[in-house]
């Protein structure tokens, strides 16, 4: 199975600041099939990056994807306050598994 | 709007099953796979297993092969997930989720949550 952690944990951040949260397979994710979601106290996830770097229908390109094999970034180019959230990965190149989340919270 | 919304609360004793229902509307139904996944408190999501709505066929997780059971009825648009030999350690929200476009292992739109609570 894929383990996926993410790092900070927590990321303390003021708005207008830029977010960049990492994600680490072990081993390496076929074809960049990670995917980023955004996730509100009592809220079901939120879909925001497919393919490691495609944004989903919707999401605001301060929003951006990167990385390939086993290392990932999420990046939020510019915080807005409804950006405080958390943050977690899944891979979907063998099985599916997710990662524990990257807090992102007001500094 | 696409809506998916699950059956309510359970509590079940150890050793028992629980089966949570996710109907679907605003889309047709047998375009899009379904998933389930759960988040047990503090930990995260665990993808449980998926269903093809179009023929009924599943894959599993292998954490949850043998004790996990998925199906559809189309003609309610409405697909269930059967959890067998529950132990204290299955409570946890469940979810269901319907597959974006073709990228069928992504998942875009979510059900409510069900709790399901093991207690003795």
């Known amino acids: 199975e894929i383990v996926l952690t993410q790092s900070p944990g927590t990321l303390s951040l003021s708005p207008g600041e830029r977010a960049t949260l990492s994600c680490r397979a072990s081993q390496s994710i076929g074809s960049s099939y990670l995917a980023w979601y955004q996730q509100k106290p009592g809220q079901a996830p939120r879909l925001l990056i497919y393919g490691a770097s495609s944004g989903a229908t919707g999401v605001p390109d301060r929003f951006s994807g990167s990385g390939s094999g086993t290392d990932f970034t999420l990046t939020i180019s510019r915080l807005e306050p409804e950006d405080f959230a958390v943050y977690f990965c899944?891979?979907?190149?063998?099985?599916?598994?997710f990662g524990p989340g990257t807090k992102v919270d007001l500094k | 709007q696409v809506q998916l919304v699950q059956s309510g609360a359970e509590v079940k004793k150890p050793g028992a099953s629980v089966k949570v229902s996710c109907k679907a509307s605003?889309?047709?139904?047998?375009?899009?796979?379904i998933h389930w996944v759960r988040q047990a408190p503090g930990q995260r999501f665990e993808w449980l297993g998926w269903i093809n709505t179009v023929n009924g066929n599943t894959k599993y997780s292998q954490s949850f092969q043998g004790r996990v059971t998925i199906t559809r009825d189309t003609s309610a648009s409405t697909t269930y997930m059967e959890l067998s030999s529950l132990r204290s350690e299955d409570t946890a929200v469940y979810y269901c989720?319907?597959?974006?476009?073709?990228?069928?292992?992504?998942?875009?739109?979510w059900g409510q949550g069900t709790l399901v609570t093991v207690s003795s």
């Open positions: 605003g889309y047709t139904f047998s375009n899009y796979v």
């Open positions: 989720a319907r597959s974006y476009r073709a990228v069928a292992l992504v998942m875009v739109y």
């Open positions: 899944q891979q979907y190149g063998s099985s599916v598994t």
